[in-house]
């Protein structure tokens, strides 16, 4: 029964950490970081107990879309978290957050679906979803990264010191970071895909080809990028349209067939 609540705790702990960021943009203090901090680690410990509950059972791992999705946004949560302890992310923290409580109004309301797998029985394809996982994240932290990068350009260029944009962090110390969670990211999902060539027997099968091809091309998105930006100096919109295009084709990669195959193929039969 306490294991039932917790996605709804969590789902107010998210809204909570989101509103008191929004409602104190402008403030000109800024918002009540420790208030935001603890309304958000609660939601994100209660996302990770009702997490180990929902995917690890007694008979396997449960890795349906639903769990899939909800373990990406606690990754993604807890990473702009911890990040935000050092470097100001004020833009990003009511997205992130809005993002897992949708989640967990999903999970709330959407009825519990079962795939299950066994990965205890296969440690290398184990390790192969881990990398794949933690690579996902920090694309997508990255890609968050560069909106926030767009936005403090775009008020430097317009000279808009209004209050709220006095607690931005500098320009280069934000697209710096973003590049080298860029960097840590492409590195590790290059990993993904060697290992998945080498050790995955059936890497070129029919239902996993498409995901394999996207992903791959997804990997060259952001390597391209990675050489542009250190030889060429490649930044501003150029940067932000190759990271979102590379962050579109391995959501598709990722999510796109199996959005297909559990819930429109599901329902249809």
């Known amino acids: ?18 509103g008191l960021v929004l409602s104190r943009l402008v403030h000109p203090q800024g918002p009540d970081y420790k208030l935001v901090f603890s309304a958000a680690v609660m939601a994100i410990v209660c996302h990770m107990l009702f997490l180990a509950d929902s995917v690890f059972a007694d008979s396997g791992q449960n890795f349906s879309l639903l769990n899939v999705i909800s373990l ?6 807890t990473a ?10 004020v833009l990003l923290l009511p997205i992130v957050y809005g993002f897992s409580a949708l989640t967990q109004l999903a999970v709330l ?15 290398i394809l184990l390790m192969h979803i881990i990398m794949a996982f933690v690579a996902y994240t920090l694309l997508i932290v990255a890609t968050l990264h560069s909106l926030q990068v767009h936005y403090i350009s775009k008020k430097l260029k317009q000279k808009d010191f209004m209050l709220g944009n006095q607690f931005l962090p500098p320009l280069l110390q934000v697209e710096r970071l973003q590049f080298r969670v860029l960097l840590l990211g492409t590195l590790l999902l290059g990993l993904t895909l060697f290992s998945g060539a080498a050790f995955t027997d059936n890497w ?17 998105v952001f390597a391209v990028l990675l050489w542009g930006h250190a030889q060429r100096g490649w930044r501003g919109r ?12 391995l959501t598709l990669a990722y999510f796109g067939s199996r959005f297909v195959r559990e ?4 329902r249809l039969g």
């Open 1 to 18: 029964m306490v294991v039932e609540l917790l996605p709804g705790v969590a789902l107010v702990g998210y809204l909570l950490a989101t």
């Open 204 to 220: 070129l099968a029919a239902h996993n080809l498409h995901k394999n091809i996207l992903s791959s091309v997804a990997f060259l």
């Open 109 to 123: 309301w959407l009825p519990a679906e079962v795939q299950m797998q066994h990965f205890e029985h296969n440690p």
């Open 238 to 249: 150029l940067a932000i349209a190759l990271t979102f295009t590379g962050s579109l084709l």
């Open 263 to 266: 819930v429109i193929l599901g």
């Open 72 to 77: 990406v946004c606690w990754l993604i949560s």
């Open 80 to 89: 702009i978290t911890i990040t935000a302890l050092r470097t100001p992310t």
